[in-house]
């Protein structure tokens, strides 16, 4: 089955550190740029932080310096590491795999949650 599994969310204080990791059920992992996105209350989503093929990478400027993108081929896993958290952080979290002009792939969400 062609899925997207997000894990590692959770309750953290303000400063804190979590990775998230998404594991993907998916052919041709390795050639298919990955991307983690998040929606917070009352806001669209919004994307946080994309790993393309040559595994260059990207992030929106609110978390520079602060978050880390990586993947793992062999394990067809896609990695975010979250340090220095703030509040503003708290969302729930969505891996996101277009894998074709017309097939788009998303998992379920984890939710991240930065309070005292």
């Known amino acids: 089955q062609v899925r997207l599994v997000e894990s590692g969310g959770g309750l953290v204080q303000p400063g804190g550190s979590l990775r998230l990791s998404c594991a993907a059920s998916i052919s041709f992992f390795s050639t298919t740029t990955m991307h983690w996105y998040r929606q917070a209350p009352g806001k669209e989503r919004e994307l946080v932080a994309t790993?393309?093929?040559?595994?260059?990478?990207k992030y929106v400027d609110s978390v520079k310096g602060r978050f880390t993108i990586s993947r793992d081929n062999a394990k067809n896993t896609v990695y975010l590491q979250m340090n220095s958290l703030k509040p503003e952080d708290t969302a729930v979290y969505y891996c996101y795999a277009p894998l074709s002009p017309w097939s788009k792939l998303w998992g379920q969400g984890t939710q991240v949650t930065v309070s005292s």
């Open positions: 790993i393309s093929t040559d595994a260059s990478t």
